[in-house]
């Protein structure tokens, strides 16, 4: 049978946008599945997002941090999640369980995101850009930029900012979700290829492999082959895999093949079996 790699992205309760998610369940989920670990990154959100329309169009799990036209995301239930990593690795002493954090705009936001990681002092922390500067002094969701910008424009905004994260953030060992912003690329709209923006992409990519960092697969949209290419030709070293999981049947989602993906340009599994694959 296939052993799957780590899940080194997945979200639980304690995150404040996944409401079906368990991280209980996800353990059991993991057993089920044979993974030897998987890393809880709950979210750590400090960027309040301007709403540009009504927000009952949000889903009702966003609709509860609404506060004057404002998404103010909660702080991350840091006692909580804690207490509840420790019970679950009491009861699945069979599966390596790390404690983890997914820091959004922590170039942002270098106090409190420095404040959190002293705080919670996590096996693993990974970090990702959610978020776009707007008017000045205010930010929209990516989901939101789409609706009001040419999609080419946002990506190649978001992978401007997703550069000044790598370049102005030193405390994380991944990179998530680089083509976060191609999620919602508008349905009515053609699609451009990931070479429409490709020196966009190397430029994070560059910057990213410099520091010595992984960058991640992440099986929310299969990642284009070509930007794990270029991650390779611009000396990275090291992948992991995230399911980006919200609630426990999307832990490992993809993974097969976002696992042969990249044995097929030269990435393999680590010495230890909860190691980053590395380039063979």
């Known amino acids: 049978m296939c052993v799957l790699p780590s899940d080194r992205h997945v979200h639980t309760e304690w995150s404040w946008d996944a409401p079906e998610g368990s991280m209980e369940r996800t353990c059991e989920r993991a057993v089920e599945l044979g993974l030897r670990s998987v890393a809880f990154t709950d979210h750590a959100e400090f960027t309040a997002t301007t709403l540009l329309g009504d927000p009952a169009r949000l889903p009702g799990q966003f609709r509860r941090w609404v506060r004057d036209g404002m998404l103010v995301p909660p702080p991350m239930p840091l006692e909580g999640y804690l207490e509840c990593l420790e019970r679950c690795r009491n009861r699945f002493p069979e599966l390596r ?12 936001h270098t106090g409190p995101a420095a404040s959190l990681l002293r705080q919670g002092q996590f096996d693993v922390v990974i970090c990702g850009q959610h978020t776009l500067p707007h008017e000045p002094g205010t930010w929209i969701d990516v989901v939101v930029a789409h609706r009001i910008h040419d999609p080419a424009d946002v990506v190649r905004h978001y992978l401007a900012e997703l550069l000044g994260l790598v ?9 998530a979700h680089i083509d976060y912003a191609m999620r919602y690329w508008p349905r009515d709209r053609a699609v451009c290829p990931p070479a429409d923006f490709e020196e966009e992409y190397r430029a994070v990519l ?3 492999a410099g520091s010595g960092r992984a960058l991640e697969i992440n ?5 284009e082959p070509d930007l794990l290419r270029w991650w390779r030709q611009a000396g990275g070293t090291a992948v992991s895999f995230g399911s980006d999981a919200h609630d426990p049947l999307g ?12 044995e097929a340009i030269g990435f393999r599994p680590g010495r230890h079996r ?4 590395v380039r063979g």
């Open 97 to 108: 369980i790390l404690s983890g954090v997914e820091l959004s705009e922590p170039q942002w």
């Open 219 to 223: 099986t929310q949209l299969p990642l």
């Open 274 to 277: 909860h190691d980053f694959w």
């Open 167 to 175: 370049e102005g953030w030193d405390d994380f060992a991944a990179l």
């Open 206 to 208: 560059r910057a990213l």
């Open 251 to 262: 832990l490992a989602h993809g993974f097969t093949e976002a696992a042969a993906m990249a």
